[in-house]
């Protein structure tokens, strides 16, 4: 399954989420008293309630999420592999069967914003990868915005969780 749109934030970084482990961010003060330290995302991300996708900046970037299962694992396309900038070690996410990516200043009890991604209940392994779709020849256009067929900023493997792993914690998505 994949699903895709355009991911904007003001915040410079957007993420997957669980609406569950934030059902009582229900205002800005709640959002600010829980998100708005570093510390306080990362302490999130360690519980699996948040995977962020740390880019630094505001901007609308296009994001693809591929999710994969116990049968069939989601992987990077030998297009995606090509164009391939820098991919995350991957992330734990636990969820309740419901999912979000969006602007993390969106994340609360009341946020309908972004993309719903439809996940069975469980332990899931997120691996991000920033693409440099600009560098495929003949997907920038005239005014240089991604053609229709250009790859995503970034992609989102999903898949489940095994028994024991080591994940991801840092609130940087990429090594620099």
């Known amino acids: 399954m994949e699903i895709t749109g355009v991911m904007a934030t ?20 709640t959002w600010e008293s829980d998100l708005l330290k570093d510390d306080d995302i990362s302490r999130h991300i360690t ?16 994001v693809l999420a ?16 090509r164009f391939l900038l820098v991919s995350s070690e991957p992330y734990l996410f636990i969820t309740d069967g419901n999912a979000r990516i969006s602007g993390i200043e969106h994340l609360g009890a009341r946020s309908d914003a972004g993309l719903h991604v439809p996940l069975p209940p469980g332990r899931w392994t997120v691996t991000i990868a920033l693409l440099e779709w600009d560098a495929e020849p ?24 095994q028994a024991a792993g080591h994940y991801r914690t840092e609130i940087q998505t990429f090594d620099r």
């Open 138 to 161: 003949g997907q920038m256009d005239a005014d240089g915005q991604p053609a229709r067929t250009a790859l995503p900023d970034f992609t989102l493997l999903i898949n489940p969780a």
């Open 66 to 81: 591929r999710v994969g299962s116990a049968s069939a694992s989601a992987d990077f396309t030998q297009r995606e592999r």
């Open 10 to 29: 003001d915040a410079g970084m957007f993420g997957l989420w669980s609406p569950a482990a934030f059902a009582y961010i229900v205002d800005y003060d």
């Open 47 to 62: 519980a699996g309630a948040f995977v962020p996708v740390n880019i630094g900046d505001d901007g609308a970037f296009q």
